[in-house]
């Protein structure tokens, strides 16, 4: 009887303590794919990944949870853009959390998606306020009158304090409730903010003329937030200079100091980190999110940890190459366009769908598409060193004008 209960107890204890790791267990919200999914105060209960407290600001705020839904879409796609060269690349999976186990360890990449998740709610939430979508708020009235520049505030700013407001009630949550005064608590806490100052310390001024012929007689200004690939970058650089911290005790409160004594303090902006990370080298099927580097592209020239060397952790790569039928500079189009009029526009216009369509294989025929062919690097499983000149799999993409900037041309063939 005893000891069973004291299994249970263990459990939920262990329960708990596996949770309060999961602090950003809500980005699963991502998930969601609808627009306007969650409707009401019902829809709330059922959303998976929200504690009760969130539960209960989902409730008094219905409103706003579509915004806090896109934010975590947000945070997920710049961090899957900034990462998008490191053994890491953010893939997220369809099971809770998102991130799998990568980001329940104290380490650089926590305090990342800390960072951005925190700012990216901030960011959505006010650009919601801004467009007018939410009852709740609306532009920042604060800034009005004639600025000592000389232009008048005018327009819509940006109510960053709104939606700063809202992350700090929604995203702390966890690590603000009583008695949570953990190092991993304090991280979280200091990393949320640091990530929404990336927003706070980069507002802008935009301002439009007004006057004859776009003479600027009259200007009105108002601020904006940058764009949210701008605080990726922010964020992204406090990422790469992160501080390694520890806890300390002083007086009666806990702080995070510098592990190492002779770095300069971190300031609010920057992010800190309590443990190393580990290399991401390999994939553990243990901890979920680890996927390892097999079979990601490398950049053979480079030095950094895109390249084949550090990217496939010296485990030797293989060389691909992959066709792309492209749209060659004589483009059907353009042979029409020369010597059009404007009354042939409109029925250029019409016919333009067809165009690409008819263009496109008539293109191949005639060969006004190309054939383009790459090489790309593709990190191997190890055991074989490195190999090259492997041409299949050949894939051949179709109508591809954007390329990928891993992908290198054919004249570095070997
Ligand atoms: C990240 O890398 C894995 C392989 O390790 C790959 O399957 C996945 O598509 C990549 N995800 C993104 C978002 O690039
Ligand atoms: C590969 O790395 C080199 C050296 O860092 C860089 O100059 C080049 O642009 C990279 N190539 C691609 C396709 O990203």
């Given at each position: 009887?005893m000891?069973?209960?004291?299994?249970?107890?263990?459990?939920l204890?262990?329960?708990?303590?596996l949770?309060?790791?999961?602090?950003?267990?809500?980005?699963?919200?991502?998930?969601?794919?609808?627009?306007?999914?969650?409707?009401?105060?019902?829809?709330?209960?059922?959303?998976?990944?929200?504690?009760?407290?969130?539960?209960?600001?989902?409730?008094?705020?219905?409103?706003?949870?579509?915004?806090?839904?896109?934010?975590?879409?947000?945070?997920?796609?710049?961090?899957?853009?900034?990462?998008?060269?490191?053994?890491?690349?953010?893939?997220?999976?369809?099971?809770?959390?998102?991130f799998?186990?990568?980001?329940?360890?104290?380490?650089?990449?926590?305090?990342?998606?800390?960072?951005?998740s925190?700012?990216?709610?901030?960011?959505?939430?006010?650009?919601?306020?801004?467009?007018?979508?939410?009852?709740?708020?609306?532009?920042?009235?604060?800034?009005?009158?004639?600025?000592?520049?000389?232009?008048?505030?005018?327009?819509?700013?940006?109510?960053?304090?709104?939606?700063?407001?809202?992350?700090?009630?929604?995203?702390?949550?966890?690590?603000?409730?009583?008695?949570?005064?953990?190092?991993?608590?304090?991280?979280?806490?200091?990393?949320?903010?640091?990530?929404?100052?990336?927003?706070?310390?980069?507002?802008?001024?935009?301002?439009?003329?007004?006057?004859?012929?776009?003479?600027?007689?009259?200007?009105?200004?108002?601020?904006?937030?940058?764009?949210?690939?701008?605080?990726?970058n922010?964020?992204?650089?406090?990422?790469?200079?992160?501080?390694?911290?520890?806890?300390?005790?002083?007086?009666?409160?806990?702080?995070?100091?510098?592990?190492?004594?002779?770095?300069?303090?971190?300031?609010?902006?920057?992010?800190?980190?309590?443990?190393?990370?580990?290399?991401?080298?390999?994939?553990?099927?243990?901890?979920?999110?680890m996927?390892?580097?097999?079979?990601?592209?490398?950049?053979?020239?480079?030095?950094?940890?895109?390249?084949?060397?550090?990217?496939?952790?010296?485990?030797?790569?293989?060389?691909?190459?992959?066709?792309?039928?492209?749209?060659?500079?004589?483009?059907?189009?353009?042979?029409?366009?020369?010597?059009?009029?404007?009354?042939?526009?409109?029925?250029?216009?019409?016919?333009?769908?067809?165009?690409?369509?008819?263009?496109?294989?008539?293109?191949?025929?005639?060969?006004?598409?190309?054939?383009?062919?790459?090489?790309?690097?593709?990190?191997?499983?190890?055991?074989?060193?490195?190999?090259?000149?492997?041409?299949?799999?050949?894939?051949?993409?179709?109508?591809?004008?954007?390329?990928?900037?891993?992908?290198?041309?054919?004249n570095?063939?070997?």
């Open positions: 009887m000891t069973g209960d004291c299994v249970v107890r263990f459990v204890m262990l329960c708990c303590a949770l309060s790791a999961n602090a950003s267990n809500w980005l699963y919200l991502a998930k969601l794919s609808s627009v306007g999914s969650i409707r009401d105060e019902e829809t709330c209960e059922r959303l998976r990944g929200l504690i009760q407290r969130q539960v209960q600001i989902c409730k008094r705020s219905v409103e706003v949870m579509d915004a806090v839904r896109r934010g975590a879409q947000l945070a997920i796609e710049e961090c899957q853009f900034q990462f998008r060269n490191r053994r890491w690349n953010c893939s997220t999976l369809e099971t809770m959390p998102v799998g186990k990568v980001v329940t360890q104290g380490t650089r990449e926590a305090a990342f998606v800390y960072a951005i925190a700012a990216s709610v901030a960011f959505a939430v006010t650009r919601a306020c801004s467009s007018g979508e939410l009852e709740k708020c609306g532009c920042d009235h604060n800034v009005h009158g004639v600025s000592p520049e000389g232009f008048q505030w005018s327009g819509c700013s940006d109510n960053i304090a709104y939606g700063v407001a809202f992350s700090q009630s929604f995203v702390d949550v966890r690590e603000r409730s009583k008695g949570q005064s953990s190092s991993r608590a304090l991280m979280n806490l200091h990393n949320n903010e640091a990530g929404r100052k990336a927003i706070l310390s980069h507002m802008r001024v935009e301002c439009k003329c007004h006057g004859v012929s776009g003479s600027c007689e009259v200007k009105t200004c108002w601020r904006a937030m940058p764009p949210f690939r701008k605080v990726g922010v964020i992204k650089e406090k990422f790469d200079g992160a501080t390694e911290v520890e806890q300390r005790k002083m007086g009666s409160t806990k702080v995070l100091v510098p592990r190492n004594a002779q770095f300069k303090p971190h300031t609010d902006e920057d992010l800190v980190y309590l443990e190393p990370s580990p290399d991401f080298c390999d994939h553990d099927p243990r901890t979920p999110g996927l390892g580097t097999v079979g990601r592209q490398c950049n053979r020239t480079s030095k950094a940890i895109d390249g084949c060397e550090l990217m496939c952790c010296g485990r030797g790569f293989q060389t691909q190459e992959v066709e792309v039928v492209d749209r060659c500079s004589c483009d059907f189009a353009v042979l029409l366009k020369a010597g059009m009029t404007e009354c042939q526009a409109i029925l250029y216009n019409m016919l333009l769908a067809m165009m690409v369509f008819l263009g496109m294989i008539t293109g191949i025929l005639i060969g006004h598409y190309s054939m383009c062919r790459w090489t790309l690097h593709v990190c191997g499983s190890g055991g074989h060193g490195e190999w090259t000149s492997v041409p299949e799999p050949e894939r051949t993409i179709e109508h591809t004008t954007e390329r990928s900037p891993l992908y290198a041309p054919l570095t063939h070997q």
